[in-house]
C-alpha cells in the first residue's frame, strides 16, 4: 500500500472518529438557538416578576437569611425529624382512625338519639342561668347547703329511715277524717281500751324520746333520762 492510500485511510478513520463529534456541536447548537428565545423569554418574565418585590427585597436580607440557614443546620435537621416522626404516627394511627372515627360517629349519634346530648345542653343553660342569678357568694352557700342536704339524703338512705318514712306516707290513706270527733278525758280512756291505740301511743312515747335529743344536739343524752310517769 502506498504512502497516499495510507494517509487516506487515516483520513477516513479520522473523519468517522469526528462524525459524532460534529453532530454532537451540531446538536448543541441547534438546541443554543431554540433556547436563547426561551431564555430571554423567560428572563423578562423573573424581571417582571421580580419588580412586584423589588421594594421589600434587599439582597442583605437573603444573605442574612443564607446565614442563618447555615447556623440553624442542626435545627433544621431536628425539625426534619420531629417531621419525619409525626409523619410515621400519622401511618401509624390512620387504620386506627378510620375505624374508631365511625364508631364515635355512631355513639354520638345515639347519644343524640336518646336525648343525652340536649340534657347535656340544658344542664349547661341552667349553669348559665345561675351565675347570671346569682353572686359567687351566694353559689358558696348553695354549694354549703348542697354538702348539708346530701348529708340528710345519706341518713334517710338508713333502711330504719326508710322504713319508717315509707310507713309515714302510708298513715295518710289510712285516716278518714270525716269520723274525727271531739274526744275529752274520758274518750280517751274509752279510746284507750283498743290495742291499736294503746300502740299508737306507744309508737307516740317513742318518738317523744327520740325527740328528746333536739336539745341536746343530737347526742342521745335525753334517752337515758327517766321515762315520763
Known amino acids: 500500500m502506498t504512502n497516499e492510500e495510507l494517509i487516506l485511510e487515516r483520513l477516513d478513520r479520522i473523519e468517522a472518529q469526528l462524525a459524532p463529534i460534529t453532530q454532537t456541536a451540531s446538536g448543541i447548537k441547534e438546541l443554543r438557538e431554540d433556547l436563547i428565545p426561551l431564555s430571554g423569554q423567560a428572563f ?123 310507713k309515714i306516707a302510708e298513715l295518710p290513706s289510712k285516716i278518714d277524717l270525716s269520723n274525727a270527733k271531739p274526744v275529752g278525758p274520758f274518750g280517751m280512756l274509752g279510746a284507750l281500751s283498743s290495742k291499736e291505740a294503746r300502740e299508737g301511743l306507744g309508737v307516740l312515747m317513742q318518738l317523744t324520746k327520740a325527740m328528746g335529743e333536739l336539745k341536746n344536739g343530737g347526742n342521745g343524752a335525753s334517752l337515758e333520762s327517766e321515762p315520763i310517769a
Open 44 to 166: 423578562r418574565l423573573v424581571i417582571r416578576e421580580l419588580e412586584d418585590v423589588e421594594s421589600s427585597f434587599q439582597l442583605e436580607d437573603l444573605m442574612a437569611l443564607l446565614k442563618r440557614s447555615l447556623r440553624s443546620v442542626k435545627h433544621i435537621i431536628f425539625a426534619l425529624e420531629q417531621m419525619e416522626n409525626i409523619v410515621d404516627f400519622v401511618t401509624t394511627i390512620e387504620p386506627l382512625l378510620k375505624s374508631s372515627v365511625p364508631q364515635v360517629i355512631n355513639y354520638l349519634d345515639d347519644l343524640e338519639q336518646r336525648g343525652v346530648l340536649r340534657i347535656i345542653t340544658s344542664m349547661l343553660d341552667v349553669r348559665a342561668k345561675i351565675a347570671a342569678a346569682y353572686s359567687p357568694e351566694d353559689i358558696d352557700q348553695i354549694g354549703d347547703g348542697a354538702v348539708v342536704a346530701l348529708g340528710l339524703a345519706k341518713k334517710l338512705s338508713d333502711p330504719n329511715a326508710s322504713d319508717f318514712l315509707e
